[in-house]
C-alpha cells in the first residue's frame, strides 16, 4: 500500500470505529434524538405565543437556529471530546502510538462529526417540518448548504482546540470544552438577535463564527438571499477556517508534545 | 531505507543516560507546591536483534516508563534511545511502523467486538481489514479461544481473553519489535502458559525482536535470553537467567537472583505482585 493509501485506509478506519461506536451505543443515540427534537420543537413552539402575523417567520427563524446549533454543536462536540473519549476507553496510547499523521487520525474523526451532524440534522429538520408544515417556498437553498459548508471548517479549527486541552489536563480540560461551547451559544444569536447582549458581551459575537453562519443561514432560508449575495459572509467564514483549521493543528501538535513530556498521554496521568 | 524495513546489523535497541521524571502538583494553603519524581535515573540499555529481553523490577520501579518511552509515547528529559539506529524523538513515525505494544491494560473499546476494535487497529497500520480477520482468526485460534468470542462486545470477555485479543492485535502488524508489558499479568495459569507459548511461538517463526516486562521470575526464567533487573529507576544488573543465577543466588534460583540484586524484602514483593495479580 502507497503512503497516501495507508493514510488515506486510516483515515477511514477512524470514521468507520466512530459509525460502530455509534451502533454500540444505538439506545443511547436514539434517545439523545428523540430529546433533540423535542428541543428544537419546544423551542419553535414559542412562536406560538406570539400574534399570528409574526408565527410563520419566527417559527422559521427559531428553527434555524436550533437546527445550526445542534449541527455545529456536534461538530464542536465530536471533535473536542475526541481525545477525553479515547482517554476514558484507555485506548489514547494504542491510537497516538500508531504510524499515521496526527492530522489523518484528526481528519477521521472531522470527517465522521460532518457526517454524523448531517444525518442528525437532517432527521430533526424532517421531525421539525412534519410538526410545524412549514411553508420554504422562499428559501434559498443552495446558498444555505454554501453557508453551512462554509461553517464547518472554523467550527472544526474551533474543535481541534478544544481538543487540546484534555490533553493538557485530564478533567479539567474536558470541563473546560463544555464551558467554550456555552460561551459560544450565549453569544452567537442562536435563538435571539445579537443586539439584545450587553454591551460589555456583545464584542464577543463578533469573534464567533455561529454569529456570521446563522446571519448568513437566515438570510438565505428567510429571505431567499442567493450564493452571490452571501458570498462576502461565505469568504470570511471560509477565511476564519483557513486560519482557524490550521491553528487548532499546530496547537494540537504542540499540545501533544508538552503530553509526552508529561506523561499525561496516560489514562490516569 | 524503506520506511517498514530495518537494517540488518542494526541493533533492535540501544538507549544511553535515560532520565525521566514526573511532576505532581499539589496545594498547601496557598502555596502550590511542585515535586519531581524520577522513574528513571540513567538508564543504559542495548537489546539485540531477535533477542527477548525481560525487565524485572518491582512496582514503580521503571518498568513501563521504559517501555513508553521506546513505544514514542514518552520524551525522555535527558539522554537518547534507538529502535533499530532510528531516533525515538526525530524518527518517530518510523520507529512506530516498527514497534507494537501490548500493555497490562487491554486497551480497547469495550462496547465494540473484538473483531471490530481489530478492524479499527489493521487500519491504522495500513493492513486491510478481509487479511486482519482472516490472521486474527489464526492467531486466536492458536491462542486457544474460540471463533465466535471475536463476535461479542470486549466487556464481555475474560481479562485473559481480552489480553489474547490484545496479543492478536499486535501481531497483526507484523512488528519488527513486541514491546511487553506485563502481557500476562492477572491471567490464570492456563492463559498465562497459553500467552507464554505463543510468545515463543512468535520467536521462534518470526524475525522478532521482544522486549517483556514482568515481575513474574518464572515468566523472565522461560522466555527471556537475557533479563535486566531495574530498582528506583536504575539498571542494576544485566545477564542470562543462567548468569544471574550463578552469579548472585548460587544454589538458588532467579527469585533468590533478584531479591539479593536488589536488596528487597521477599515477603512484601510476593504481597505487592499478588496484590496486582
Redesign the interface.
Given at each position: 500500500m502507497s503512503p497516501t493509501g495507508r493514510e488515506l485506509h486510516a483515515l477511514w478506519s477512524v470514521v468507520r470505529r466512530n459509525f460502530h461506536l455509534v451502533r454500540r451505543y444505538l439506545g443511547w443515540e436514539l434517545v439523545f434524538l428523540f430529546y433533540n427534537v423535542i428541543n428544537t420543537l419546544t423551542i419553535a413552539l414559542i412562536a406560538f405565543a406570539l400574534p399570528p402575523a409574526d408565527r410563520d417567520r419566527t417559527i422559521i427563524y427559531l428553527t434555524i437556529g436550533a437546527l445550526l446549533w445542534n449541527f455545529l454543536s456536534i461538530l464542536f462536540q465530536e471533535v473536542a471530546s475526541s481525545v477525553s473519549w479515547e482517554r476514558w476507553e484507555g485506548t489514547i496510547e494504542y491510537s497516538f502510538m500508531a504510524p499515521i499523521h496526527r492530522l489523518t487520525y484528526l481528519a477521521g474523526v472531522c470527517m465522521y462529526a460532518v457526517l454524523y451532524g448531517v444525518l442528525r440534522t437532517i432527521v430533526i429538520l424532517v421531525a421539525v417540518a412534519l410538526f410545524f408544515h412549514i411553508h420554504l417556498a422562499r428559501a434559498d437553498w443552495l446558498g444555505a448548504a454554501m453557508i453551512l459548508a462554509g461553517s464547518s471548517l472554523p467550527f472544526i479549527g474551533l474543535g481541534l482546540i478544544g481538543a487540546v486541552l484534555p490533553l493538557l489536563s485530564t478533567e479539567r480540560g474536558a470541563q473546560a470544552t463544555q464551558v467554550i461551547q456555552g460561551v459560544i451559544l450565549l453569544v452567537s444569536g442562536i435563538y435571539y438577535p445579537i443586539s439584545v447582549l450587553p454591551g460589555w458581551i456583545r464584542w464577543m459575537s463578533h469573534l464567533s463564527p455561529a454569529t456570521y453562519t446563522l446571519e448568513a443561514a437566515r438570510r438565505a432560508i428567510l429571505n431567499g438571499e442567493g450564493p452571490l449575495h452571501l458570498l462576502p459572509l461565505t469568504i470570511k467564514l471560509f477565511l476564519s477556517g483557513l486560519i482557524l483549521v490550521p491553528l487548532g493543528l499546530a496547537v494540537f501538535q504542540l499540545a501533544e508534545h508538552w503530553a509526552m513530556r508529561n506523561g499525561t498521554l496516560k489514562r490516569s496521568g | 531505507m524503506d520506511?517498514g524495513s530495518v537494517s540488518p546489523n542494526a541493533v533492535a535497541v540501544e538507549g544511553q543516560g535515560l532520565w525521566?521524571g514526573?511532576?505532581t502538583k499539589k496545594w498547601v494553603g496557598t502555596k502550590r507546591q511542585v515535586t519531581r519524581s524520577y522513574a528513571l535515573k540513567g538508564v543504559d540499555l542495548a537489546v539485540k536483534r531477535r533477542e527477548i529481553l525481560g525487565i524485572l523490577g518491582p512496582n514503580g520501579s521503571g518498568k513501563s516508563?521504559l517501555i513508553?518511552l521506546m513505544?514514542?509515547?514518552?520524551?525522555p528529559d535527558q539522554g537518547w534511545l534507538k529502535v533499530f539506529g532510528l531516533d525515538v524523538i526525530r524518527d518517530r513515525?518510523?520507529v512506530?511502523?516498527l514497534?507494537n505494544?501490548v500493555?497490562v491494560?487491554?486497551?480497547?473499546?469495550?462496547?465494540?467486538t473484538a473483531r471490530?476494535n481489530l478492524?479499527?487497529?489493521?487500519?491504522?497500520?495500513?493492513v486491510?481489514n478481509a487479511k486482519a480477520q482472516v490472521e486474527a482468526t489464526r492467531i486466536l485460534a492458536s491462542l486457544g479461544l474460540q471463533r465466535d468470542k471475536l463476535e461479542v462486545?470486549l466487556e464481555t470477555l475474560s481479562r485473559g481473553q481480552q489480553q489474547k485479543i490484545a496479543i492478536a492485535r499486535a501481531l497483526l502488524t507484523s512488528p519488527t519489535l513486541m514491546l511487553l508489558d506485563e502481557p500476562t499479568t492477572g491471567l490464570d495459569p492456563t492463559s498465562r502458559r497459553d500467552v507464554q507459548e505463543f510468545v515463543l511461538n512468535v520467536r521462534r517463526e518470526h524475525d522478532s525482536t521482544m522486549v517483556l516486562c514482568t515481575h513474574d521470575m518464572a515468566e523472565a526464567e522461560r522466555l527471556c535470553d537475557r533479563i535486566a533487573i531495574i530498582h528506583e529507576g536504575r539498571i542494576i544488573a544485566v545477564g542470562t537467567p543462567a548468569d544471574l543465577i550463578a552469579s548472585y543466588a548460587s544454589g538458588g534460583g532467579l527469585e533468590d537472583a533478584f531479591f539479593h540484586i536488589t536488596g528487597l524484602d521477599q515477603e512484601r514483593l510476593r504481597a505487592e505482585a499478588e496484590g496486582d495479580g
Amino acid at each position: 500500500m502507497s503512503p497516501t493509501g495507508r493514510e488515506l485506509h486510516a483515515l477511514w478506519s477512524v470514521v468507520r470505529r466512530n459509525f460502530h461506536l455509534v451502533r454500540r451505543y444505538l439506545g443511547w443515540e436514539l434517545v439523545f434524538l428523540f430529546y433533540n427534537v423535542i428541543n428544537t420543537l419546544t423551542i419553535a413552539l414559542i412562536a406560538f405565543a406570539l400574534p399570528p402575523a409574526d408565527r410563520d417567520r419566527t417559527i422559521i427563524y427559531l428553527t434555524i437556529g436550533a437546527l445550526l446549533w445542534n449541527f455545529l454543536s456536534i461538530l464542536f462536540q465530536e471533535v473536542a471530546s475526541s481525545v477525553s473519549w479515547e482517554r476514558w476507553e484507555g485506548t489514547i496510547e494504542y491510537s497516538f502510538m500508531a504510524p499515521i499523521h496526527r492530522l489523518t487520525y484528526l481528519a477521521g474523526v472531522c470527517m465522521y462529526a460532518v457526517l454524523y451532524g448531517v444525518l442528525r440534522t437532517i432527521v430533526i429538520l424532517v421531525a421539525v417540518a412534519l410538526f410545524f408544515h412549514i411553508h420554504l417556498a422562499r428559501a434559498d437553498w443552495l446558498g444555505a448548504a454554501m453557508i453551512l459548508a462554509g461553517s464547518s471548517l472554523p467550527f472544526i479549527g474551533l474543535g481541534l482546540i478544544g481538543a487540546v486541552l484534555p490533553l493538557l489536563s485530564t478533567e479539567r480540560g474536558a470541563q473546560a470544552t463544555q464551558v467554550i461551547q456555552g460561551v459560544i451559544l450565549l453569544v452567537s444569536g442562536i435563538y435571539y438577535p445579537i443586539s439584545v447582549l450587553p454591551g460589555w458581551i456583545r464584542w464577543m459575537s463578533h469573534l464567533s463564527p455561529a454569529t456570521y453562519t446563522l446571519e448568513a443561514a437566515r438570510r438565505a432560508i428567510l429571505n431567499g438571499e442567493g450564493p452571490l449575495h452571501l458570498l462576502p459572509l461565505t469568504i470570511k467564514l471560509f477565511l476564519s477556517g483557513l486560519i482557524l483549521v490550521p491553528l487548532g493543528l499546530a496547537v494540537f501538535q504542540l499540545a501533544e508534545h508538552w503530553a509526552m513530556r508529561n506523561g499525561t498521554l496516560k489514562r490516569s496521568g | 531505507m524503506d520506511e517498514g524495513s530495518v537494517s540488518p546489523n542494526a541493533v533492535a535497541v540501544e538507549g544511553q543516560g535515560l532520565w525521566k521524571g514526573f511532576s505532581t502538583k499539589k496545594w498547601v494553603g496557598t502555596k502550590r507546591q511542585v515535586t519531581r519524581s524520577y522513574a528513571l535515573k540513567g538508564v543504559d540499555l542495548a537489546v539485540k536483534r531477535r533477542e527477548i529481553l525481560g525487565i524485572l523490577g518491582p512496582n514503580g520501579s521503571g518498568k513501563s516508563t521504559l517501555i513508553r518511552l521506546m513505544a514514542t509515547l514518552l520524551i525522555p528529559d535527558q539522554g537518547w534511545l534507538k529502535v533499530f539506529g532510528l531516533d525515538v524523538i526525530r524518527d518517530r513515525q518510523r520507529v512506530r511502523r516498527l514497534i507494537n505494544r501490548v500493555s497490562v491494560e487491554a486497551s480497547f473499546f469495550k462496547k465494540l467486538t473484538a473483531r471490530e476494535n481489530l478492524a479499527y487497529a489493521a487500519g491504522l497500520y495500513g493492513v486491510s481489514n478481509a487479511k486482519a480477520q482472516v490472521e486474527a482468526t489464526r492467531i486466536l485460534a492458536s491462542l486457544g479461544l474460540q471463533r465466535d468470542k471475536l463476535e461479542v462486545p470486549l466487556e464481555t470477555l475474560s481479562r485473559g481473553q481480552q489480553q489474547k485479543i490484545a496479543i492478536a492485535r499486535a501481531l497483526l502488524t507484523s512488528p519488527t519489535l513486541m514491546l511487553l508489558d506485563e502481557p500476562t499479568t492477572g491471567l490464570d495459569p492456563t492463559s498465562r502458559r497459553d500467552v507464554q507459548e505463543f510468545v515463543l511461538n512468535v520467536r521462534r517463526e518470526h524475525d522478532s525482536t521482544m522486549v517483556l516486562c514482568t515481575h513474574d521470575m518464572a515468566e523472565a526464567e522461560r522466555l527471556c535470553d537475557r533479563i535486566a533487573i531495574i530498582h528506583e529507576g536504575r539498571i542494576i544488573a544485566v545477564g542470562t537467567p543462567a548468569d544471574l543465577i550463578a552469579s548472585y543466588a548460587s544454589g538458588g534460583g532467579l527469585e533468590d537472583a533478584f531479591f539479593h540484586i536488589t536488596g528487597l524484602d521477599q515477603e512484601r514483593l510476593r504481597a505487592e505482585a499478588e496484590g496486582d495479580g
